[in-house]
């Protein structure tokens, strides 16, 4: 069974820029979630989707936007990018996002804001 | 407020020795997951063993672990017989069962683990 796949591994964006990333899921999981880890504020999450829904989501600013298609596959797109939003974002995927079933990672996407 | 603690910032063990990784958490939540993960420095989230809140016995996963104190709300890792590639950074989180906790995982700071040959 294929992972969670995340696309780029890495990008490099000035202050200003718009950036998307995007995530699949295992196969048959219906929940997405984003996260974001830099050293000093360690990971932190973004958001959830659900059958294409924002359940939850994380103390971030709304240039922090996501969406998830019928297939279950999801993007994250971040707006007017600043120097503090160079990180790894994480991407993990379970089957329904119970607090039961663990969260499966993507290799995540390393942005690094110039 | 939910919260996880890891107090290791860093540690070594040896080639084939056992090594206790401590995690403590703060929930007011009676059902929750409790989960470790390993991250390489290649940057990966490997998801090792998970606890339920409910669960009586400890959960075992090959070398992996979790020593469970409900009462301590304490959900030590412990890796036995060390492994050159056990060598990572080890990251304890939780998952409130609420439906405001949706998807989302909180994490503790981290332990970085070193295997010496």
């Known amino acids: 069974k294929a992972g969670v796949t995340q696309t780029p591994r890495y990008l490099i964006k000035t202050r200003g820029q718009q950036v998307t990333l995007s995530c699949s899921p295992i196969s048959g999981h219906r929940s997405v979630s984003w996260y974001q880890q830099t050293p000093g504020q360690g990971l932190q999450f973004l958001f959830e989707y659900f059958s294409e829904t924002q359940r939850n989501k994380g103390n971030f600013p709304g240039r922090f936007s996501g969406r998830q298609f019928s297939n279950s596959r999801s993007e994250m797109n971040v707006s007017t990018l600043e120097l503090g939003d160079s990180a790894l974002y994480l991407c993990a995927s379970s089957p329904f996002g119970t607090a039961d079933q663990p969260q499966h990672f993507g290799d995540g996407t390393r942005l690094s804001i110039l | 407020a939910q919260k996880i603690t890891q107090t290791q910032p860093g540690m070594f063990v040896q080639e084939k020795e056992a090594v206790t990784l401590d995690c403590t958490y703060d929930t007011s939540d009676p059902s929750y997951g409790l989960f470790w993960y390993k991250q390489p420095s290649s940057g990966e989230m490997i998801f090792l063993i998970y606890?339920?809140?409910?669960?009586?016995q400890n959960a075992t996963e090959g070398r992996y672990s979790l020593n469970f104190q409900k009462a301590r709300k304490s959900a030590n890792l412990v890796i036995s017989a060390s492994q050159l590639g056990d060598s990572a950074m080890y990251f304890c989180?939780?998952?409130?069962?609420?439906?405001?906790?949706?998807?989302?995982?909180?994490f503790g700071q981290g332990t970085t683990l070193q295997v010496k040959p």
């Open positions: 989180a939780m998952r409130e069962a609420g439906s405001s906790n949706t998807g989302k995982l909180i």
């Open positions: 606890q339920g809140s409910y669960d009586q």
